[in-house]
Nanobody, 127 residues
Framework: QVQLVESGGGLVQAGASLRLSCAASGRTASTNMAMGWFRQAPGKERELVAA????????HYADSVKSRFTISRDNAKNTMYLQMNSLKPEDTAEYYC???????????????????WGQGTQVTVSS
């Protein structure tokens, strides 16, 4: 079993930056897990923000966040990050981290691909 805990959300003005963290714990080391960040705004479906392979060598981003957000991970700390720059009001959402145990360097982009989820952290961007 894997537990994921997000932190770093908050209320910021447009143009500001935030860094989200996702700490993983449990019987599986993060080096064995593909991970990703999703978000869900009120009244909208949950969507992928970014995903990363278990080694961190490859990443994938939603078009809406490319060049503004950076996903990374520190497997020694069992932690994944999402650096969010140039935040926009449309980035306002609950942000979730997700993980799945994998045996290759795959990137997972669909919600259904993931087996473990955090509780979420709220990001609110005011205009």
């Amino acid at each position: 079993q894997v537990q994921l805990v997000e932190s770093g959300g908050g209320l910021v003005q447009a143009g500001a930056s935030l860094r989200l963290s996702c700490a993983a714990s449990g019987r599986t080391a993060s080096t064995n897990m593909a991970m990703g960040w999703f978000r869900q705004a009120p009244g909208k479906e949950r969507e992928l923000v970014a995903a990363i392979t278990r080694s961190g060598s490859f990443t994938h981003y939603a078009d809406s966040v490319k060049s503004r957000f950076t996903i990374s991970r520190d497997n020694a700390k069992n932690t994944m990050y999402l650096q969010m720059n140039s935040l926009k009001p449309e980035d306002t959402a609950e942000y979730y981290c997700a993980a799945k145990v994998v045996f290759s360097g795959m990137i997972l982009t669909a919600q259904g691909d993931y087996e473990y989820w955090g509780q979420g952290t709220q990001v609110t961007v005011s205009s």
